[in-house]
């Protein structure tokens, strides 16, 4: 624009009057410079036309709500301009291309309406060019308080207000609507929201689909860590199944107690004895393939001459028994059963072998608990023990050089075997140390085990078993000599006296023959100390008749060394 003139649409820059203020004249250098560059606008929108016959409506006069500002700052001091809307450059459609009607390409704008105090002249009519037009330039001066006439105006999409088009003019709308980029022949761009649809509302309505999405969410977790919490406590929807090991065969090492215990088993065996006055429960263990089993006396005691005996077999089968022989010097016995066949003999071990620290294996029925099995070691060996005794005249009193064990014993393991480490029958466990017991070994008694148990040596007993079976009745290794049970010194006494008044020292004995005389104290035997009466029968009865024996004694302060050998005496 060369000459300074309008070529087409101008924006207006509108300034709102001031109450009561529409007459004041800025004095002041900025109020002059605003007036001087307000006077052109008012001779532009003017031009042409006549006044409105209908005087201007002002807002009602009256006195300042406020002080006059000295610096003019609105809204106390002089009328300022509004914030003016951006320029609007309006894009004019390429040559050839077909513009619809304004009523039916856009929606129609939504006017924001000034009151209106002066009726505006239409612009001329001018036709859309090639090139858009240019905004005006905005003024570097505020305007002053000259009101030019305010015509309607539209609001533009953004929301700026653009003046109202003249005749033959597009409608803000529809170039703002217009997409000049397009191909040609195809419609106009969409319209904007239709009337109602406002930003404010589609957000609300987005906030409200979020807030459900979100409500939903939180519900659909809950219920899936509900869903998650019950699966994970009862490990799933399906019947639980926990993990476990697969069906071996079970075997285990020959040397190991499972081993031995499979080893042993099938042929020990557990007493059930009753008697006209007693009864009493106990182990036993087969010795051979004709039902011969090897039990303790005090065992089968209670049955007498005319009691029954039972023996009931691992696998649960049971079987009457006889008594063959018993011995209650030694405390062992021998029962048969008749009718079974595929008895399984236990073998027996050598007890000469054992040493101090094995590990060993016992088997019972403790309190009439059968095929109870037990483990420990051999603690001592050579344990001279005596038992029974409950007649009183001694005929029942037994008298053991024992295997000492930490195996559990208690009262119904009396009769089973002592094995070794190859299952072999190492031992008969006979008594147990309770600890309620001032002194001695007890056989038969209700008390637990204290880790104090003692068997036979199976040499001993299985020389006593094959006599029993042989002859019913076993012979006892003897010296000839009556021994004074009370002498509290250490070692053996000879008494003076034999029995009913008899010689002490037996004529033509064992002991007669080696030169023992009565008073003679025995300290040792095959070098082993002596340091009683009880302990010299043990240590007698641990050998077999005719075993050369050598002992030490003293005589009158003066110890001596003889050898003799052993006579044979019938047991009880």
């Known amino acids: 624009m060369d000459d300074g003139k309008p070529t087409g649409p101008q924006a207006k820059w509108w300034s709102r009057p001031a109450a009561g203020r529409a007459d004041r004249t800025e004095t002041g250098p900025e109020g002059a410079g605003a007036a001087e560059g307000a006077a052109p606008a008012a001779d532009t929108a003017g031009a042409g036309h006549t006044e409105d016959p209908e005087p201007r409506q002002l ?58 105090q002066a009726a505006p002249a239409p612009p001329p009519q001018q036709q859309p060019s090639a ?15 000259s009101v030019p006439p305010q015509q309607p105006h539209y609001a533009s999409a953004n929301g700026v207000g653009l003046p109202a088009p003249g005749p033959g003019q597009p409608g803000p709308s529809q170039w703002l609507q217009y ?33 459900g999405v979100l409500l939903l969410t939180l519900v659909a977790g809950g219920i899936g860590g509900g869903v998650g919490a019950y699966i994970e406590r009862t490990g799933g929807l399906t019947t639980v199944e926990l ?56 065992v089968v005691a209670p049955a007498g001459s005319s009691g029954d005996i039972t023996v009931t077999f691992s696998s649960g089968e049971s079987a009457a028994a006889e008594l063959v022989g018993k011995d209650s010097g030694y405390d062992l016995a021998v029962v048969r059963v008749k009718g079974v066949s595929g008895l399984k003999p236990l073998p027996l071990g050598n007890s000469d072998n054992v040493r101090v620290g094995d590990p060993v294996v016992a088997i019972g029925a403790p309190f009439d608990l059968s095929n109870t099995v037990t483990s420990g070691i051999i603690s001592a060996k050579q344990r001279p023990i005596t038992a029974g005794g409950e007649k009183g005249d001694g005929s029942d009193i037994s008298y053991v050089d024992a295997l000492q064990t ?38 038969g008694g209700q008390s637990g085990s204290i880790g104090l148990g ?44 034999g029995a009913e008044g ?31 009466g009880e302990e010299l029968i043990v240590k007698i009865r641990a050998h077999r008749p005719g075993d050369r024996l050598g002992l030490r004694l003293t005589r009158g302060g003066e110890e001596l060394s003889i050898t003799l050998t052993l006579g044979s005496a019938s047991g009880t």
Do not use: C
């Not at 951006?86 to 390409?105: F, K, N, S």
């Not at 000049?180 to 239709?194: E, F, H, M, N, S």
């Not at 008969?428 to 007890?442: P, Q, Y």
């Open 406 to 443: 930490d195996a559990p014993i208690n009262p119904g393991n009396s009769g089973g075997p002592l094995v070794d480490a190859q299952a072999h029958v190492i031992g008969i466990n006979s008594a147990i140390r309770a600890a309620d017991s001032g002194k001695g070994a007890e056989r």
């Open 243 to 298: 993990p476990q090991a697969s069906r071996t065969g079970g075997d285990r090492a020959p040397d190991s107690v499972a081993g031995i215990a499979a080893s042993a088993l099938p042929s020990v065996v557990t007493l059930h004895v009753s008697g006209t006055a007693e009864s009493g429960t106990g182990t036993g263990f087969v010795l051979d393939g004709r039902g011969h089993i090897l039990t303790n006396n005090h």
């Open 502 to 532: 008899g010689p002490a020292v037996t004529e033509d004995g064992p002991a007669d023959k080696a030169g023992i005389k009565p008073g003679d104290v025995i300290t040792q035997v095959q070098g082993q100390r002596v340091h009683s």
């Open 131 to 145: 090139a858009p037009p240019q905004a005006p330039p905005v003024p570097q001066q505020p305007q002053a308080a």
């Open 179 to 211: 997409d000049p980029w397009g191909a040609p022949g195809q419609p106009l761009t969409q319209a904007g929201p239709p009337p109602g649809a406002e930003p404010g509302r589609r957000k609300s309505r987005r906030g409200g689909a979020f807030a």
């Open 59 to 116: 807002l009602p006069s009256g006195p300042p709500l406020h002080e006059p500002d000295e610096y003019s700052t609105p809204p106390y001091g002089g009328p300022g301009p509004w914030a003016p809307a951006p320029p609007v450059q309006r894009p004019t459609p390429a040559h050839g291309t077909p513009v619809p009607p304004q009523a039916d390409a856009l929606v129609p704008p939504r006017a924001t309406p000034v009151p209106p």
């Open 454 to 497: 003692f068997a036979i040596p199976i040499n001993q007993g299985k020389r006593v078993a094959e006599e029993l079976i042989n002859t019913g009745r076993a012979t006892h290794p003897v010296i000839g000599v009556t021994l004074d049970m009370k002498y509290t010194g250490d070692g053996a006494k000879v008494g003076s006296k």
